[in-house]
């Protein structure tokens, strides 16, 4: 499995997940790049992704929605604060109210860095989300983010392998 760490410190308010890849870190960075092949690994296997809008650029948006097992459609967003391709972008990563893609303000919004750095063996990617408050964090904790954040990084293996 890819995830060979996970982080969690309520006291600077992030979550770090650590995972390695066997491939080129611009073969990692193109998943990103391409929402066809984010699709297949954003969210945990049993939620698929769907991207509407994909603008991987400062000031871009990403905007898409998860499918659950019943059919139901949970909405979400990205707004692109930074990109040095392939090796890192930066977003805020928000929880949408509806097909709109508005908002929800009654969850929280986390400020994401996403950086790929070339190894011995391929790329350590270090996803890291830092949360304006450590109560905001404790909720997408107890929405289980760190169980589908992993399951939805710990797909990528396969990605790369096709």
Avoid at 104 to 131: I, K, Q
Wanted: charged share 20%; aromatic share 12%.
């Amino acid at each position: 499995m890819p995830v060979t760490d996970v982080t969690q410190d309520l006291d600077s308010r992030t979550l770090t997940i650590t995972a390695d890849f066997a491939a080129p870190v611009e073969r990692v960075w193109a998943i990103y790049d391409d929402p066809r092949q984010l699709e297949r690994v954003w969210g945990p296997p049993t939620y698929p992704a769907t991207f509407v809008d994909h603008d991987l650029r400062p000031g871009g948006r990403m905007n898409y929605f998860m499918t659950s097992p019943e059919g139901e459609k949970y909405y979400a967003y990205w707004d692109v604060t930074a990109v040095s391709a392939p090796t890192e972008f930066r977003f805020d990563d928000g929880f949408a109210l509806d097909e709109s893609f508005s908002a929800n303000t009654a969850l929280p919004v986390s400020a994401c860095h996403y950086s790929f750095a070339a190894t011995d063996g391929g790329t350590r990617a270090t996803f890291v989300s830092t949360y304006a408050t450590a109560e905001a964090m404790e909720q997408v904790l107890a929405m289980g983010v760190v169980e589908g954040s992993s399951l939805a990084i710990n797909q990528i293996d396969d990605l790369l392998a096709a």
